[in-house]
């Protein structure tokens, strides 16, 4: 058990639920009904290309190597949200790539999967939620890097896991293969054993669908440090975080 008794504001209704919710870690026996879970929500996405979805051999390879999954449950034991972290170690999947981090230190890399909510549900801070226990379990287990990516045509995504401390370091096709090219994805990435709070630079705004011209940012060496939901757009920085 990680949470029991977890009381949440419904933010589009603005009253206190006293939830009969708790959390904990989804057992290799309750796949099914991750999996159940994920297709219900892929169903009923307009843009399939935000979402790509794990298979069963994805969790199970992951469990062989420290992976977890973070699940949020009603009283009555219906999982309703989770958020699926991987370990990838010396693969070749390992984001570390992407931001040319030393392969030395490949081994202290977490990368935060996907994260699913009922429709039922939403509103209520569960992505946020199941992201500080991922934060959580990645430093007591002695792990230093987290590495997402996020469709920029999902912006309630994006701004959850920016809201965490993770900024954009990279904007590129990713997941692809010999039949497919693979879906646009922001690279984003926190280094836990550092911190952003002395660090005032000055920012670029541009909007989130402007993609060529964050690229062309990103490639003189900027980081995306803050999503703007009136604005839609991201905050651009030159600074070591």
């Given at each position: 058990?990680?949470?029991?008794?977890?009381?949440?504001?419904?933010?589009?209704?603005?009253?206190k639920?006293n939830?009969d919710?708790y959390?904990?870690?989804?057992?290799?026996?309750?796949?099914?009904?991750?999996?159940?879970?994920q297709?219900?929500?892929?169903?009923?996405?307009?843009?399939?290309?935000?979402?790509?979805?794990?298979?069963m051999?994805?969790f199970?390879?992951?469990?062989?190597?420290?992976g977890?999954?973070?699940?949020i449950?009603t009283n009555e034991?219906?999982?309703?949200?989770?958020?699926?972290?991987?370990v990838?170690?010396?693969?070749?999947?390992?984001?570390?790539n992407?931001?040319y981090l030393?392969?030395?230190?490949?081994?202290?890399v977490?990368?935060?999967?996907?994260?699913v909510?009922?429709?039922?549900?939403?509103?209520?801070?569960l992505?946020?939620?199941t992201l500080?226990?991922?934060i959580?379990?990645?430093i007591?287990n002695?792990y230093r890097?987290?590495?997402?990516?996020?469709?920029?045509?999902?912006?309630v995504s994006?701004?959850?896991?920016?809201s965490?401390?993770?900024?954009?370091?990279d904007?590129?096709?990713?997941?692809?293969d010999?039949e497919?090219?693979?879906?646009?994805?922001?690279v984003?990435?926190r280094?836990?054993?550092?911190?952003c709070?002395e660090?005032?630079?000055?920012f670029?705004?541009?909007?989130?669908l402007d993609?060529?011209?964050?690229?062309?940012?990103i490639?003189?060496?900027?980081?995306g440090?803050?999503?703007?939901?009136?604005s839609q757009?991201i905050a651009?920085?030159?600074?070591i975080?």
């Amino acid at each position: 058990m990680i949470a029991e008794n977890i009381s949440l504001v419904n933010k589009h209704s603005k009253t206190k639920k006293n939830m009969d919710f708790y959390a904990k870690y989804v057992e290799i026996s309750e796949l099914d009904n991750v999996l159940a879970l994920q297709d219900y929500i892929y169903e009923r996405i307009q843009n399939k290309e935000i979402f790509v979805r794990d298979t069963m051999e994805d969790f199970l390879e992951a469990f062989e190597n420290n992976g977890r999954i973070f699940g949020i449950y009603t009283n009555e034991g219906r999982l309703i949200a989770y958020r699926f972290i991987a370990v990838p170690g010396e693969s070749e999947k390992n984001m570390g790539n992407d931001v040319y981090l030393p392969h030395r230190e490949f081994h202290k890399v977490v990368h935060l999967e996907t994260t699913v909510v009922h429709p039922d549900f939403r509103g209520m801070g569960l992505q946020r939620l199941t992201l500080d226990y991922a934060i959580k379990w990645t430093i007591a287990n002695g792990y230093r890097y987290l590495f997402c990516t996020v469709s920029p045509y999902n912006p309630v995504s994006l701004s959850n896991i920016m809201s965490g401390g993770l900024k954009i370091k990279d904007l590129k096709m990713k997941y692809g293969d010999d039949e497919h090219p693979g879906y646009l994805r922001y690279v984003l990435f926190r280094d836990l054993s550092i911190s952003c709070s002395e660090c005032w630079p000055t920012f670029t705004m541009l909007p989130v669908l402007d993609i060529e011209g964050q690229q062309r940012l990103i490639e003189k060496g900027y980081t995306g440090h803050h999503y703007l939901k009136t604005s839609q757009s991201i905050a651009y920085a030159k600074c070591i975080c």
